[in-house]
T-cell receptor, first 110, second 114 residues
């Protein structure tokens, strides 16, 4: 099993749609969890951290399920500007190594 | 908003040459990282650096690579004897203590080996 595995995508959705991404991980000792957004040929930018209790930031909701070892990201009311690659990331104990999934490409069309 | 800065933004080098990529992490950050992203592929961890020494490194980070913090602000990645397959975007990142271990990336340095 890969360390971090994401839906391959791409996801093509109309504006206003709700879209969900999942990410599974193999190392149960992972301590911190994140969703990053990466635009073409740009650096990853933090979208949100993911907490066990789940967390929401505007149209974005992240969930963590430690028992099943997956994290999810829900985007409501998709905008054209949400078109990007979404990367899940996991940090180990101490935070000395954060690893990334291969990303899921999202295209939002008018 | 403080940011990680990297230079050069793009470098073309001949195979076999040495390259130094430079990074200025966010000023109060204590942990520093280098990542690599080959075009069309995933962001790959290379190395982390804390308290003036390497904390972790991946299998990619072999003897061809080295990192240094030569002064209080810069963090460098040296690639010796570059190969064609070293062509990639190299991202520097940094983080503060705590804050959920969130790392922040610079804009990257494109390295093209010809």
């Amino acid at each position: 099993r890969k360390e971090v595995e994401q839906d391959p995508g791409p996801f093509n959705v109309p504006e206003g749609a709700t879209v969900a991404f999942n990410c599974t991980y193999s190392n149960s000792a992972s301590q911190s969890f994140f969703w990053y957004r990466q635009d073409c040929r740009k650096e990853p930018k933090l979208l949100m951290s993911v907490y066990s209790s789940g967390n929401e930031d505007g149209r974005f909701t992240a969930q963590l399920n430690r028992a099943s070892q997956y994290i999810s990201l829900l985007i409501r009311d998709s905008k054209l500007s949400d078109s990007a690659t979404y990367l899940c990331a996991l940090g180990n104990t101490g935070g000395f190594k954060t690893i990334f999934g291969a990303g899921t490409r999202l295209f939002v069309k008018a | 908003e403080p940011e990680v800065t990297q230079t050069p933004s793009h470098q073309v080098t001949q195979m076999g040459q040495e390259v130094i990529l430079r990074c200025v992490p966010i000023s109060n950050h204590l942990y520093f990282y280098w990542y690599r992203q080959i075009l069309g592929q995933k962001v790959e961890f290379l190395v982390s650096f804390y308290n003036n020494e390497i904390s972790e490194k991946s299998e990619i980070f072999d003897d061809q690579f080295s990192v240094e913090r030569p002064d209080g602000s810069n963090f460098t990645l040296k690639i010796r004897s570059t190969k064609l397959e070293d062509s990639a975007m190299y991202f520097c990142a940094s983080r503060d203590r705590g804050h959920g271990n969130t790392i922040y990336f610079g804009e990257g340095s494109w390295l093209t080996v010809v």
